[in-house]
């Protein structure tokens, strides 16, 4: 885990992959409760006996944005700035939801540092987020996140 101690120390690490995560299961629980939290109970997500015949696999799949939402998660084995006051989602330039993550299926973030610039009281940090799926020739997604780091 890299460990600074200020958000202007993440400077010295633009360019370069940062780590990489513990992997984590997605299990159907998790799949159940993000359908409920977003309304989205597409049948590919939740319904298990349907997917068991229907889908590639046999399984249900997470949301892509379920994905996505784990990058917090992933990210906190990756990186640590022991002093600053806070730190905020900022956005995304891009995301591409590139492979499907089944039921069961261990993921990890891959996390680069494209950017580290300025902003009053921090950093504006910008990262190449790769998640990958255990076993799988294709990441499940591909996003481009910023992130503010305030000191």
């Given at each position: 885990?890299?460990?600074?101690?200020?958000?202007?120390?993440?400077?010295?690490?633009?360019?370069?992959?940062?780590?990489?995560?513990?992997?984590?299961?997605?299990?159907?629980?998790?799949?159940?409760?993000f359908a409920e939290a977003t309304g989205d109970h597409q049948w590919i997500h939740?319904?298990?006996?349907?997917?068991?015949?229907?889908?590639?696999?046999?399984?249900?799949?997470?949301?892509?944005?379920?994905?996505?939402?784990?990058?917090?998660?992933?990210?906190?084995?990756?990186?640590?700035?022991?002093?600053?006051?806070?730190?905020?989602?900022?956005?995304?330039?891009?995301?591409?939801?590139?492979?499907?993550?089944?039921?069961?299926?261990?993921i990890r973030l891959r996390s680069a540092l494209k950017a580290s610039d300025p902003?009053?009281?921090?950093?504006?940090?910008?990262?190449?987020?790769?998640?990958?799926?255990?076993?799988?020739a294709r990441p499940a997604l591909v996003a481009e996140t910023m992130a503010l780091?305030?000191?």
């Open positions: 885990m890299l460990e600074v101690d200020t958000p202007a120390d993440m400077d010295g690490h633009v360019g370069a992959v940062l780590g990489v995560s513990e992997w984590v299961v997605v299990t159907q629980a998790m799949i159940d409760t939740v319904d298990t006996e349907r997917a068991a015949r229907e889908m590639p696999g046999g399984k249900t799949i997470a949301h892509g944005y379920l994905t996505l939402s784990l990058l917090p998660r992933l990210s906190q084995d990756i990186f640590a700035i022991r002093r600053r006051s806070r730190g905020v989602n900022y956005g995304l330039n891009r995301v591409r939801f590139t492979g499907p993550v089944p039921a069961g299926a261990r902003v009053p009281g921090g950093r504006r940090l910008t990262f190449e987020a790769t998640v990958e799926i255990e076993g799988a780091y305030f000191e």
